[in-house]
């Protein structure tokens, strides 16, 4: 993953459903994560995307991936936490928070590289 290799690292995939009622993701998608530092969680009421909205400053791009409302879901969005950070009633201030896993790898690569 990420051709990173510190064992404490975590890595937290939160699915939540894009459309009301969506179920789950399939098998094949959830497959695609071989990592064994990858936690993968369904968030069926969208929790991590309201806590999300919460932080400050968070980008135009990951903020708005559905609808362009205040209630989207924050799909495909990269957030990178700083070692030992810990979720107190909120989140703790990211080192990297950007929209589109694809187009921010390097991006990704080079926070966790750290």
Do not use: C
Not at 69 to 91: C, H, I, M, N, Q
């Amino acid at each position: 993953m990420l051709n990173q290799t510190d064992a404490e690292m975590r890595v937290f995939a939160v699915w939540e459903p894009i459309l009301d009622g969506q179920p789950p993701p399939r098998p094949e998608a959830v497959a695609r994560l071989t990592d064994s530092r990858v936690v993968q969680l369904w968030d069926p009421d969208r929790t991590w995307s309201d806590a999300m909205r919460d932080l400050e400053p968070i980008t135009p791009h990951a903020r708005w991936r559905t609808g362009e409302t205040e209630a989207g879901v924050l799909y495909d969005t990269v957030v990178v936490f700083p070692a030992k950070s810990r979720w107190r009633g909120t989140l703790p201030a990211p080192s990297l928070l950007v929209g589109g896993l694809e187009a921010n790898l390097d991006a990704l690569r080079d926070e966790v590289g750290k």
